[in-house]
């Protein structure tokens, strides 16, 4: 590890995050997919989060899963969301970054799930990664939200940013699949699943990327960009 003292950082992180709750809690792509009590449509549901959810608050993402679950006919189901028109679609996603664009990939997911995945999601990180605008943080992600199998960190840009606040991987590692692999080379993968949650949880409150609450941080006697 980078530094001596990061597993007392991880500690105090999580028992601050068991306190304190923040949006990923419970409006986060998870959460949203456990909404659904069907296995098959609660993977599908998590998918679909994920893919709405970048560059985009958790609380945006709930309200276009929310209007697909209630517009669409039969539901966010793979079968409704492939034959619904783009319009619609547009319509119940267009707060959402790059929704138009969005509306092409989810609808192109779905239609892949339903003819190629007897209507579940891909089992592997290289399947998830075939979809259109499916990326490494959202298919490592998706694995371990909705297939619970650990196979590596998704990096977002809170873990990007405050890994490198913390001083957890080196300035060298500037992208968040670096960041993810600096990561990975010293974390126990016992805690690779939770480490997204955590720090996007303390990301969203507290070590925000713009005036962040050092005052209010739990590590802030560790880290070295508060000091």
């Known amino acids: 590890p980078p530094r001596d003292d990061w597993d007392i950082v991880f500690d105090r992180?999580?028992?601050?995050?068991?306190?304190?709750e923040a949006p990923?809690?419970?409006v986060g792509c998870e959460a949203l997919g456990a909404e659904?009590?069907?296995p098959k449509l609660q993977r599908f549901r998590t998918l679909i989060s994920l893919m709405l959810s970048a560059q985009t608050k958790d609380e945006i993402t709930a309200e276009a899963v929310h209007n697909l679950s209630q517009r669409l006919p039969g539901g966010l189901t793979p079968k409704?969301?492939?034959?619904?028109?783009?319009?619609?679609?547009?319509?119940?996603?267009?707060?959402?970054?790059?929704?138009q664009r969005k509306s092409g990939y989810i609808k192109e997911a779905a239609r892949t799930c339903l003819e190629q995945h007897d209507g579940?999601?891909?089992?592997?990180?290289?399947?998830?990664?075939?979809?259109?605008?499916v990326g490494p943080k959202m298919a490592y992600l998706a694995m371990q939200a909705a297939?619970?199998?650990?196979?590596?960190?998704?990096?977002?840009t809170h873990v990007l940013r405050i890994s490198h606040r913390?001083?957890?991987?080196?300035?060298l590692a500037r992208t968040p699949e670096a960041t993810r692999h600096a990561l990975e080379?010293?974390?126990?993968?016992?805690?690779?699943?939770?480490?997204?949650?955590?720090?996007?949880?303390?990301g969203q409150t507290v070590c925000r990327g713009v005036g962040p609450k050092c005052g209010e941080c739990p590590v802030s006697q560790y880290c070295p960009s508060a000091q």
Not at 80 to 95: G, K, M
Not at 120 to 133: A, E, F, K, N
Not at 147 to 152: A, E, H, I, P, T
Not at 185 to 202: A, F
């Open 13 to 20: 992180i999580k028992e601050y995050r068991a306190t304190h």
């Open 24 to 26: 990923v809690d419970t």
């Open 36 to 38: 659904e009590k069907d």
């Open 80 to 99: 409704a969301l492939s034959e619904a028109q783009t319009d619609l679609i547009h319509e119940c996603v267009r707060r959402v970054g790059f929704w």
């Open 120 to 133: 579940d999601i891909p089992r592997t990180v290289t399947q998830l990664l075939s979809l259109p605008g």
């Open 147 to 156: 297939w619970q199998d650990n196979q590596g960190i998704g990096v977002d």
């Open 166 to 171: 913390l001083g957890w991987v080196s300035d």
């Open 185 to 202: 080379s010293w974390m126990p993968k016992s805690l690779w699943r939770e480490i997204n949650p955590l720090l996007v949880g303390l």
